[in-house]
């Protein structure tokens, strides 16, 4: 049966590495699933029930956290001893810094749809590269404590993108 202590790559047998593949995770959380299905277990009573409850509760959280760059590169770091700890420290290079206070500016000054999608593309870009070094410094070079800024770049970027999407919303 399927063991709840284990880390999520291994629960859902894939590489303990940031590169994933999404239709290999989603296929086998939906095999997860199955096998987990509290009424597979009506026969047994309720306490069966209630364990294979658990059991989905525990393959939704870890497929939440694989599925999604930031969360995957994030639970990398802790797994590897460099836990991100973004509430406790929240520095950054800066270009980085930088390119943040630009962006922002951006932002405030930009009216048109049209200027918000350019900003939203500049970002997309950043977010890929930044992915990118991700998969560079975890699955290549094995650097967790290097990636730990990136992870917090990344949160940034995510969270920036938020914003772009709320104001161009706001104007169409």
Excluded at 89 to 95: L, R, V
Excluded at 122 to 132: D, H, P, S, T
Aim: some cysteine; charged content about 25%.
């Amino acid at each position: 049966m399927i063991n709840l202590q284990a880390n999520d790559f291994v629960l859902f047998d894939v590489p303990v590495q940031f590169a994933q593949d999404r239709a290999q995770l989603d296929a086998r959380w939906k095999a997860l699933q199955r096998e987990a299905h509290p009424d597979r277990f009506a026969a047994d009573g309720a306490a069966a029930q209630r364990v294979a409850m658990q059991w989905s509760v525990r393959i939704n959280e870890a497929y939440q956290r694989l599925k999604d760059p930031l969360k995957r590169a994030a639970y990398l770091c802790e797994l590897q001893g460099a836990p991100v700890q973004a509430e406790n420290s929240t520095a950054m290079p800066p270009a980085f810094l930088m390119q943040q206070m630009e962006w922002r500016e951006n932002l405030e000054d930009t009216g048109s749809a049209q200027g918000l999608e350019a900003l939203a593309g500049l970002v997309a870009n950043e977010q890929r590269r930044v992915q990118q070094t991700l998969a560079q410094l975890l699955d290549v070079s094995k650097d967790p404590a290097q990636a730990v800024g990136q992870v917090r770049a990344l949160m940034f970027i995510e969270r920036f993108t938020q914003e772009v999407k709320a104001k161009l919303d706001r104007l169409t």
